[in-house]
């Protein structure tokens, strides 16, 4: 074995997971949005959401004490969860050496016009989309993803 396969090997082994960046993306980036909640009760919001990324349940136990609303608290976590899981999946392709990345709307019914335009398109992993996102997430609620290629 050369050593360029063993390095391959070390750094395949320790690269973060698109989870894991998805996590460090909410504790620096997350809820840059909400302007109406003390420094404190957002601090609490990044937390509950990064320790319970795949975990709507418990991140509403751990939230349920904060005074916000059910449907608020349901808007705030699917919406931070799915921007930072975009942002992790850029990060995580770019070290796995993509080269594009594609928009790709959802399909659903209730996906928006402006998502069902952007469906297809590709441009190079480092550059924005057409719209100005360099992830597929528009707006609160978007479902949309994005797909890297190499």
Same mark, same amino acid.
């Given at each position: 074995m050369n050593n360029g396969s063993i390095n391959e090997q070390l750094f395949a082994f320790v690269r973060p997971s698109r989870t894991s960046l998805a996590k460090q993306y909410i504790?620096?980036?997350?809820?840059?949005?909400?302007?109406d909640l003390s420094t404190e009760t957002l601090s609490h919001l990044k937390t509950a959401i990064a320790s319970n990324l795949s975990n709507k349940v418990g991140f509403l136990k751990a939230t349920s004490g904060l005074g916000i609303d059910k449907q608020? *608290? &349901?808007?705030? +976590?699917? =919406?931070?969860?799915?921007? %930072?899981?975009?942002?992790? #999946?850029?990060?995580?392709a770019r070290t796995e050496g993509a080269a594009t990345k594609t928009w790709e709307a959802s399909g659903a019914d209730n996906c928006c016009p402006d998502c069902e335009?952007?469906?297809?398109?590709?441009?190079? *992993? &480092?550059?924005? +989309?057409? =719209?100005?996102?360099?992830? %597929?997430?528009?707006?609160? #609620?978007?479902?949309?993803?994005t797909?890297?290629?190499?």
């Open positions: 504790r620096q980036h997350g809820l840059a949005k909400i302007e608020r *608290l &349901d808007l705030i +976590f699917d =919406n931070e969860v799915h921007e %930072a899981l975009e942002i992790g #999946g850029l990060k995580y335009e952007m469906d297809g398109e590709s441009v190079p *992993l &480092d550059s924005d +989309f057409s =719209n100005g996102c360099s992830v %597929a997430h528009l707006h609160p #609620g978007c479902n949309c993803e797909s890297y290629q190499k």
